[in-house]
């Protein structure tokens, strides 16, 4: 409860603001004509300082008087509002960019769902980042969006600096730290629920997060993964897109130059098979088995039979999924990991996962 006495002219407004309910309650007004005594309530459910033109805690944004007017990001709760056209595949005021359906809030968007590029600090972790807390970073996460164990890159004469990228396989959602039949494809760690869960284990290992597709195809590459025990098969969190393997790297200008879900993947130029949660059991939460599928890796073996459906790359036989779509139908299921382009039933298998140390390049 706060009191206030403001003198306006000839009269002064004795005010105490009750804040309880978000009220305001003018309990008395005195002039020189005379007094009169009453209560007039303003509901209202704004910030204290909400308008003052600071970003105040609890405050997402304060533009002082253009709060909430036509063509202003922040709204009169002084919380960041969405620009109605934001979607529309046109940049409109106040829009840093809007790809359409295709903006999103993956690590590979080059538009976020609110219009804006990707950034430091925008809480979403894109491209080279290894953290983003938003207005956290600075406690957890460096503030230029590194991780505090990061080092230099590059060394003397160039040489590689990036360091280890995988660091070790949990297959036991019970104890990451001992040998296991693997994880079902809803992780659940310590009540952490998804992908969450699963960086939750992999930093109880000493590691940092799940790796990702781009991540193992680069440990791969480094010859990282050669002892990975080949009884196992392994859940792949991938959140890039992937060329298309039918289509022996067809090169697309838009996605009417693909095929079915495929996408035209605005870096290589390739159409491809295009990242989602679909493909990830709603990014491990999804238990049933029609709604999503999850994509999955294995060794190759060139002296076993070969499995069929999987993609060769390096060392390793992925089972990419063609439609990663999750909007709760089932028009993006297929399931059968035995054909190309259909990734594995989320209710059924038990897979490990590869965990990776914080990313230096």
Not at 115 to 139: F, L, R
Not at 276 to 282: D, E, M, P, W
Request: proline residues 6%; contains cysteine; hydrophobic residues 30%.
């Amino acid at each position: 409860m706060r009191g206030y006495a403001i003198l306006l002219g000839a009269f002064i407004v004795v005010a105490t603001l009750a804040h309880c309910g978000g009220s305001v309650e003018v309990i008395t007004v005195s002039g020189s004509g005379g007094t009169s005594t009453g209560a007039d309530t303003v509901l209202t459910g704004l910030p204290v300082a909400c308008g003052n033109g600071h970003i105040d805690p609890g405050e997402d944004c304060d533009d002082g008087q253009a709060n909430g007017k036509p063509g202003d990001p922040c709204g009169v709760m002084c919380k960041k509002t969405v620009p109605v056209k934001c979607g529309n595949g046109k940049i409109d005021p106040f829009e840093e960019c809007d790809l359409g359906n295709k903006n999103g809030n993956d690590p590979n968007a080059s538009c976020t769902l609110s219009c804006k590029k990707p950034k430091c600090g925008d809480g979403i972790i894109q491209g080279a980042e290894c953290c983003d807390d938003g207005p956290n970073n600075g406690v957890n996460c460096k503030p230029d969006c590194t991780c505090p164990s990061q080092t230099t890159t590059t060394g003397a004469g160039g040489a590689d600096m990036c360091g280890k990228i995988f660091a070790k396989v949990v297959s036991s959602q019970a104890n990451p730290n001992m040998a296991g039949n693997g994880l079902p494809a809803v992780w659940s760690y310590k009540g952490i629920l998804g992908i969450q869960g699963g960086k939750a284990l992999c930093q109880d290992v000493g590691a940092d997060h799940v790796c990702n597709y781009a991540e193992i195809a680069k440990a791969d590459a480094k010859g990282e993964l050669s002892g990975l025990p080949k009884n196992l098969s392994y859940w792949l969190h991938r959140t890039t897109n992937v060329p298309d393997p039918t289509l022996m790297a067809k090169p697309c200008a838009s996605a009417a130059d693909c095929a079915g879900a495929d996408v035209c993947d605005p870096t290589t130029k390739l159409c491809s098979y295009k990242a989602g949660s679909g493909s990830r059991c709603n990014d491990w939460t999804y238990p049933g088995g029609k709604l999503a599928e999850a994509e999955w890796f294995q060794t190759f073996d060139p002296n076993a039979m070969f499995v069929s459906g999987g993609v060769h790359v390096g060392s390793l036989l992925f089972h990419f999924d063609a439609d990663a779509t999750f909007d709760g139908t089932f028009n993006h299921y297929c399931g059968d990991s035995s054909k190309v382009g259909c990734g594995g039933p989320c209710d059924i298998d038990l897979r490990a996962i590869l965990c990776c140390f914080p990313t230096l390049c």
